[in-house]
């Protein structure tokens, strides 16, 4: 079992409601093995050092944080994930809280993001998935034409259709408080319709760049309905705890600047405008993987910060975006897979530099710690960067 977490509950996280039948019931399941108490989170000065930066404050160090933090690099991570199915893992709140905890309590980042994946929220509007090992996320229901998009429902009532998000984040946030920053995440609008209707992960996207070019009202439709589900689910999880939100543009690189300003960015603006008009405080951080070549059009997104995949040097990126706007990233994650200890921390301080120096930018990696990545590797980035001062 999880550890004892402190009686009170923070004024700003609703009570939890009674948790419904879990989704993946429906899906294979294995017992789920007992979780031994583990050390809680130290608590810290500067716990709150990711959050002030994600509101635009210059900071005394940089913080950090990493995508897939949370993952197969560990090998605490895979005692979970080789016996566990994806579903299973994410949708049951005792093991979702502890594998989304394990890379803090290793390496002291200075955000916890939430074991979940951005597929995550389909299930609640009608479109099926699962995660297959060794293929990836499949999805199995059809989308191709208007009439598929007018079957799907609206996202509703979170906690009674994926209850498991409240009580893991509640958790989280309880665990985490006093620590670091709980982050939150969504997946943008037109990287979940490319999913759904490529039925799964895609080399090329051809599927859905047909639809965009022959049936494009289909496509607008698609991601508009995903747009308004994706902003009151990231709500939602702010709601139940998470303190940023970074929305994931997780396919850009399949956009051209042209498709990016006619599908993308329409959508994901307005799931960034619904977050922030539920969720004013919050910070929201953009990602476009692979949009480094249309830098300049993520400008106005809306978001409190941009987080620059590693395809483009941080100082040429800050040029780009101008000084107005706030950033992230942006360090080769390859660097991490097979860089010594001294060129992870080169290349940590250049990052460092070329976004202004210590304390002026949120520091991660594009697109996300790679399978395969050494362990320490990991902890020469994390020390790297909370230690770096010029």
Avoid at 50 to 58: D, I, P, S, T, W
Avoid at 345 to 353: E, G, Q, S, V
């Amino acid at each position: 079992m999880l550890q004892v977490l402190p009686p009170q509950i923070p004024a700003q996280i609703p009570a939890r409601r009674p948790l419904a039948q879990p989704l993946y019931s429906a899906l294979p399941t294995v017992p789920v093995p007992s979780i031994p108490p583990s050390a809680p989170l130290p608590m810290r000065a500067d716990h709150d050092i990711l959050l002030r930066c994600a509101r635009g404050e210059k900071t005394e160090r940089t913080p950090v944080w990493l995508m897939r933090q949370a993952g197969r690099y560990m090998a605490a991570f895979r005692e979970y994930s080789e016996k566990i199915p994806f579903r299973q893992r994410s949708e049951t709140p005792a093991i979702a809280t502890e594998l989304s905890l394990q890379c803090a309590r290793e390496y002291g980042m200075d955000g916890v993001v939430f074991f979940s994946d951005i597929l995550t929220p389909l299930t609640a509007v009608g479109i099926d998935w699962d995660v297959v090992k060794g293929k990836g996320p499949v999805v199995t229901t059809e989308l191709r034409c208007m009439a598929d998009v007018d079957r799907l429902t609206e996202l509703g009532d979170v906690d009674e259709k994926l209850p498991f998000i409240r009580e893991t984040l509640e958790a989280l946030r309880r665990e985490t408080e006093g620590s670091c920053t709980l982050v939150g995440f969504v997946g943008a609008p037109w990287t979940l319709a490319a999913y759904a209707v490529e039925a799964g992960g895609t080399k090329d996207a051809r599927n859905v760049k047909k639809m965009m070019y022959q049936t494009p009202e289909v496509v607008h439709k698609l991601v508009d309905k995903l747009a308004v589900m994706a902003g009151e689910y990231a709500a939602h999880q702010v709601e139940c705890g998470a303190q940023v939100v970074q929305v994931f543009e997780s396919w850009a690189h399949h956009l051209s600047p042209a498709d990016f300003e006619a599908f993308a960015k329409p959508a994901a603006q307005r799931t960034i405008a619904a977050i922030k008009a539920r969720c004013p405080g919050t910070p929201v951080v953009y990602y476009a993987n692979g949009g480094g070549a249309y830098l300049e059009n993520q400008r106005d997104m809306g978001a409190d910060m941009i987080c620059v995949d590693w395809s483009v040097d941080m100082k040429v990126a800050r040029e780009r975006l101008g000084s107005g706007v706030l950033v992230s990233g942006n360090v080769d994650p390859g660097i991490l897979l097979g860089g010594t200890e001294e060129q992870i921390r080169a290349a940590a301080r250049a990052t460092i530099d070329a976004a202004g120096g210590p304390g002026c930018h949120l520091m991660n990696v594009g697109h996300g710690v790679m399978q395969g990545t050494p362990e320490e590797s990991v902890g020469y980035f994390v020390d790297e960067c909370k230690a770096y001062r010029r």
